[in-house]
């Protein structure tokens, strides 16, 4: 579920800033993220756990199109058109059977020599057929049709498109047109800019050469790291293995009153063999961390004994990978410790998820410890 995107950093109490639905883990000396925490990649994005902030930062362009680019194009084509679509005085010549503008005295005497009207004239006409609309509406459609587009953003585009009515859609193959950034369309060039983006069929990243102004975002990230991870070793089990993914899973609880819930991030159930019925299999929790601690531990612990597994498995986003024994009454549990790199290219993102779920089905299928 890649996406770009850059992190603001702010002075106060050198942190990051909060949103409001969450919290960013303030950074230390050793590492720009912060203590222990790995450094994300800007494309691992749900829009679910995502805030958008208006004030543009500054970007890389990247050389594929992504769907997460239709917020970001959204977002700045609603504020360009805020106080209305851009007209502007265009001239335009034109046959009519009355006086418009002026008579082109010219070509009304070579072409109609003594015939009254039709007039051939010039006119300055008001229009929205200029560059920066037909740019807009160009940059809409194309985004309107990149698979995997959310509802929210494809019915704002469609809305962008019918506001520009009267804008001339342009002709298959054709250059996007050319815009001189001035006062007149000064609302508009955070727009167009990412218009010309979309036109060549690029997104952004954050990178060392910034030149692209694009929207900033706030990003819960730990929140993200688990709801990725959840979604994507959830649908790799399920096509590997059958059975039923339960991301987040709130069935189990650590006493018999309910009062103190498990909250693994996820359950995979798969039919007994004795009577068919769906029975946890695998449990796994996300750590947006690049070293274990002995509460990760302590947690999983309980949520094999709770399921009465004998796996269980960790993921974090940093670190070495490995097992931990843990001895429980006349067995053991077997805790393995997994990484899921994100410095690595997104497009790699995807068979590293593989191979962490054929890892999860090998030690499932492995010898039972449990006595």
Known sequence: MPSPFRWRRTPRRRGLRTPRRGRWHPPADDHPQGPGRPSPPPRLLCPERVDFDPRPVTADARPDLLPALAHAFVSAAERALLHGVLHDYRETYDTLPVVRGRIRHADQLRRRPGVPVPLEVAYDDHTPDIPENRLLLAAARRLLRVPGLDPEPRSALQRLTARLDGVPLLPAGAPSPRWTPDRRNARYAHALVLAELVLRGASYELGDGREIAVDGMLVTMWRLFEAYL????????????????????????????????????????????????????????????????????????????RLGLAEGHLVYASGRPGVVEVPVGEGRLRIWRHVVYLSRPWRSLASDIDALAASVDTARSGPDTRR
């Open 230 to 305: 959840a979604r994507a070793v959830g649908e790799a089990l399920r096509l590997r293995i059958g059975g039923r993914p339960e991301p987040q899973d709130r069935n189990f609880s650590l006493d018999v009153a309910g009062r103190h819930a498990l909250k693994p991030d996820l359950v995979h159930y798969l039919p007994s063999p004795r009577d068919g019925a769906m029975r946890q299999a695998v449990v796994l929790d996300a750590k947006f961390k690049t070293r274990p601690q002995r509460g990760d531990l302590y947690q999983m612990t309980a949520y094999c004994v």
